[in-house]
T-cell receptor, first 115, second 118 residues
Framework: AQKITQTQPGMFVQEKEAVTLDCTYDTSDQSYGLFWYKQPSSGEMIFLIYQGSYDEQNATEGRYSLNFQKARKSANLVISASQLGDSAMYFCAMRSNNAGNMLTFGGGTRLMVKP | GAVVSQHPSWVICKSGTSVKIECRSLDFQATTMFWYRQFPKQSLMLMATSNEGSKATYEQGVEKDKFLINHASLTLSTLTVTSAHPEDSSFYIC??????????????FGPGTRLLVL
């Protein structure tokens, strides 16, 4: 069974500062993918970034980067230069390549950016 | 990126009625679609996996007779909440699995449907 844990239910960050959202996972699979999604109040799920379990380099997408520490089974999301529009729920998710490609989601972190 | 639509975006209905939610992949064919339910301030919970041309696979605890899923074509899956009750009020989100073009296989999410049962 897979499990995703996001230990921060809510976080504040000052505008223009960087923030790290934590995500740890538990799986016995060797091949898997890790995703981060943003969910604003409108409800849509917006894909942010992906990290494969065999990727040696940390993924980056614009202001988003993923701090992947495989031995610790953590995949923290770093958002640099926070903007007011970054205020939203953020979900970490894992896809097992051996489990029908389903996504398992963490409980989410609500990020609030202060002006 | 690929586009997935859901219709309707909002539904308010009386207890006992059935509600159908459509999920469409607009610019790609999706052999697999997923249905999630999200209660307020909670995470997404997978309800079922919908495969084109075959029966859906339901997660443990999800009543298949309550939540009917039909995946009649490569671009359309429907979720019907039968005899809806107030406890079925939730945010329902579908996602469609895009054809794999590399290591990253992405599920594209629809905008969601908010169901309120009175």
């Amino acid at each position: 069974a897979q499990k995703i844990t996001q230990t921060q239910p809510g976080m504040f960050v000052q505008e223009k500062e960087a923030v790290t959202l934590d995500c740890t996972y538990d799986t016995s699979d060797q091949s898997y993918g890790l995703f981060w999604y943003k969910q604003p109040s409108s409800g849509e799920m917006i894909f942010l970034i992906y990290q494969g379990s065999y990727d040696e380099q940390n993924a980056t997408e614009g202001r988003y980067s993923l701090n992947f520490q495989k031995a610790r089974k953590s995949a923290n999301l770093v958002i640099s230069a926070s903007q007011l529009g970054d205020s939203a729920m953020y979900f970490c998710a894992m896809r097992s390549n051996n489990a029908g490609n389903m996504l398992t989601f963490g409980g989410g972190t609500r990020l609030m950016v202060k002006p | 990126g690929a586009v997935v639509s859901q219709h309707p975006s909002w539904v308010i209905c009386k207890s006992g009625t059935s509600v159908k939610i459509e999920c469409r992949s607009l610019d790609f064919q999706a052999t697999t679609m997923f249905w999630y339910r999200q209660f307020p301030k909670q995470s997404l919970m997978l309800m079922a996996t919908s495969n084109e041309g075959s029966k859906a696979t339901y997660e443990q605890g999800v009543e298949k007779d309550k939540f009917l899923i039909n995946h009649a074509s490569l671009t359309l899956s429907t979720l019907t909440v039968t005899s809806a009750h107030p406890e079925d009020s939730s945010f329902y989100i579908c996602s469609a699995r895009a054809p794999r073009t590399g290591p990253q296989e992405t599920q594209y999410f629809g905008p969601g449907t908010r169901l309120l049962v009175l």
